[in-house]
Nanobody, 123 residues
Framework: QVQLEESGGGLVQPGGSLKLSCAFA????????MGWFRQAPGKEREFVAT????????VYSDSVKGRFTISKDMSQNTLYLQMTDLRPEETAVYYC????????????????WGRGTQVTVSK
């Protein structure tokens, strides 16, 4: 199984940028896709972005398209989420997730999750 650990969260002003990282370890020889999700207090977990094992396929939610970029460095065993033009309503705990197989935007199809990193967008 793949183990995941997020980092890089923090406080940022509206319009600012932040880059999240997710270090992964374990059974990384098999092909697995990865994704970023977020969950605000009192809300359901929401899909943000996903990337295929080789990195050729990426999918974004409409709300972040053009502002967020998902990428992966297999030599560093790290998944990234570059976020720009952040908005207060994007304050949430951000989670990375992994699954063996193709990309999907559906959270419950990812069996492996990190503990999350808090992102707060506020003045």
């Amino acid at each position: 199984q793949v183990q995941l650990e997020e980092s890089g969260g923090g406080l940022v002003q509206p319009g600012g940028s932040l880059k999240l990282s997710c270090a992964f370890a374990g059974r990384t020889s098999d092909e697995f896709s990865m994704g970023w999700f977020r969950q605000a207090p009192g809300k359901e977990r929401e899909f943000v972005a996903t990337i295929s094992y080789g990195g050729r396929r990426t999918v974004y939610s409409d709300s972040v398209k053009g502002r967020f970029t998902i990428s992966k460095d297999m030599s560093q065993n790290t998944l990234y989420l570059q976020m720009t033009d952040l908005r207060p309503e994007e304050t949430a705990v951000y989670y990375c997730a992994a699954r063996y197989g193709s990309t999907t935007t559906v959270a419950n199809r990812y069996p492996r999750w990190g503990r999350g990193t808090q992102v707060t967008v506020s003045k």
